[in-house]
């Protein structure tokens, strides 16, 4: 795996570079923090497999690293600013080990600098015009056009399940959603705009989406397990966390599908629940304490209260515990693991069919990426 | 004031149909309401400025209704992207007299609604190249790459003096602020844009900046002066609003200038308070009252969880009230109406000078909103 780690430290680099070129130096003016914070996200030390995508293609298909950095840079700022406000609208509290740019700054400056984010990614696609002449910075702009709208798509159906406590969704409907969500902005297009750049052909950019496809998916759900049972070393995100954010995954949705009615609707009702705000409570049950100690509250009366502003109906860790029982006893993840498996099996013979993608360090990339799912399925 | 409000009604429909026309289609598929919730702050029936702006110069200048139309709804598109954030960010219960959209549909699938805003905002932009040919439609997507750049950093300056309770600002930081986060979204790139789609020559571009900036701020001042006095009908805006958030106004910031340092020291402390979310205050009254009455609970506790649960230190009406009289007892009203007719005197003689601008219903309708807003100076 050391080639791919190596791949993507440099994907990183280039990436780094790049954003630091087109964004350090407004960041001298007097302009508040906002640059600073537009940097922020980006370099916690992500895995950069969006840069790496686009530069293997755009170099694997005879391209410049000049022809696709600033394209590849703008892609990890949508990431970026997409992180942003998902961390805002899943109430997470980290990301990448530290906390999260709402929790640090406060809602109103994180919506911000994730607006500011979208809103600057249109200038290093403008100025492709002059890099990579008209032809392809248009059709660029016209795929990233395309892959906005439909991210926001793919969120918005998410957060309209969540919003309704939706629960009953075959996996066709779930796939369809991640593919909108994820695959697109996260694979496909990263490898179509390198491709682009590198001046390919209309053919090459069908297969790459069929591709991405299968590998964004496959990506998803392990991903999502790896969320499930991965020590915190190894993985850089809360343990669980999807289970106390109530995300819709591939195994959730299978364990809630196949369960008794009464595992099914508790299931829904602790799924339908908030989740805790931890710094909040610490707060408030010192003044309860103080409160009770000297004699102003009763404990029953206590107890209503912290109840209350625990979030009153927020998830509780037997809650959370409950539902990992439930998910790993009805055989969801080795569910989840075969469906992952078939979507990067696909993903692999889609690949080998690519066959005007000549062998390259850039080629070997995406074969080892593709090994790299299928290990995590295992 | 008819013409200028036929003109406002126009504009309104024109921008309104183009909407329809972008966005009501993907309403029809399985999407989910992502794109009801885009129409919903569009067709709750703004003053429709920013498209008056856009076709007043196009037409002005010689273009057609269809040359400036798509570009005009993005605007107004970006503006209603910009309100949904911005109403979370500030707290906001209301937006043209109905809950605002996050009141509704909660803060996620809001922040989510206004990212499909900003990014959609890119394809009719995109389709400029085949309506208005190739070199206007470049010149308007740097122009409006240039212009939500700025508007985000305007935007975070401040919500940065919101977030550090700063109130240490003189009036040319304030205006420097008010020019990058609305002067130029709001009044000079919507009559560059419309001027660009009509051929019109880069000089004239640089009267319309200067015209535009004056009047912006002028504006701006008008607007907060209102939200001091108007009566709800006139307005459709939430009175005295403006003093419960805290917003940094003309007026504000020449009292907390100008205060004795006890009354100056005494806003500071009010202004960094919160402001009380109503609704969370009935829910929790209800409990503690339930409490107190069940003897589970003294009076005295009962006061401090009150206070604890209304946000502990948000601003009380009192407070507010307090501001109020702060500010009409300094001057700060005349001094910031003052200021706001030199604005608009200033754009006024700008207009009169654009004289490759002929006359007509539409040069009429900018000389008919420098009226409208120096009569509100008054």
Chains 1, 2 share one sequence.
Not at 91 to 107: D, K, Y
Not at 309 to 338: H, I, M, N, P
Request: net charge negative.
């Amino acid at each position: 795996m050391t080639s791919l780690d190596d791949y993507l430290t440099w994907s990183g680099e280039v990436c780094g570079n790049e954003l630091q070129r087109l964004f350090s130096p407004h960041a001298l003016q007097a302009r508040g923090q906002l640059y600073d914070l537009i940097l922020d996200y980006p370099t916690r030390g992500g895995k950069a497999m969006r840069p790496a995508l686009a530069l293997s293609s755009c170099l694997g298909f005879g391209g410049r690293v000049e022809d696709i950095a600033p394209t590849a840079a703008t892609l990890e700022l949508y990431h970026n600013a997409f992180l942003i406000h998902d961390d805002i609208e899943d109430g997470s509290l980290f990301r990448r080990n530290e906390p999260a740019l709402h929790i640090e700054h406060g809602v109103p400056v994180a919506i911000n600098v994730g607006d500011a984010m979208l809103s600057l990614a249109l200038q290093p696609l403008l100025d492709n015009v002059s890099r990579i002449g008209l032809g392809p910075a248009l059709r660029i702009l016209q795929t990233v056009s395309d892959m906005t709208r439909i991210t926001v798509e793919g969120q918005a159906i998410e957060l309209e399940w969540v919003r309704d406590n939706t629960w009953d969704i075959g996996d066709e409907h779930y796939l369809a959603m991640v593919e909108r969500k994820t695959s697109w902005y996260s694979f496909i297009i990263p490898m179509q705009v390198g491709a682009m750049a590198a001046g390919a052909a209309p053919s090459t950019l069908e297969r790459l989406e069929r591709f991405g496809r299968s590998l964004g998916a496959a990506f998803q759900i392990t991903d999502d397990l790896l969320n499930l049972r991965a020590e915190p070393e190894d993985y850089g995100k809360e343990i669980g966390g999807d289970l106390w954010e109530g995300k819709r995954t591939l195994m959730l949705l299978h364990a809630v599908r196949t369960a008794n009615p009464d595992d099914r609707a508790r299931a829904i009702a602790i799924l339908g629940r908030s989740r805790p705000d931890g710094r909040a409570q610490m707060d408030s049950d010192a003044l309860l304490d103080r409160l009770a100690s000297s004699g102003d509250l009763s404990p029953a009366g206590r107890a209503e209260l912290a109840d209350y502003l625990a979030g009153a109906a927020a998830k509780t860790r037997a809650d959370v515990q409950w539902l990992f029982e439930l998910v790993t006893s009805a055989g969801s993840l080795d569910y989840a693991r075969q469906v992952a498996n078939a979507l990067a099996g696909d993903a692999a013979s889609t690949l080998s069919a690519i066959s005007e993608l000549p062998a390259s360090t850039h080629r070997h990339m995406l074969e080892d990426l593709v090994d790299f799912i299928v290990e995590r399925t295992k």
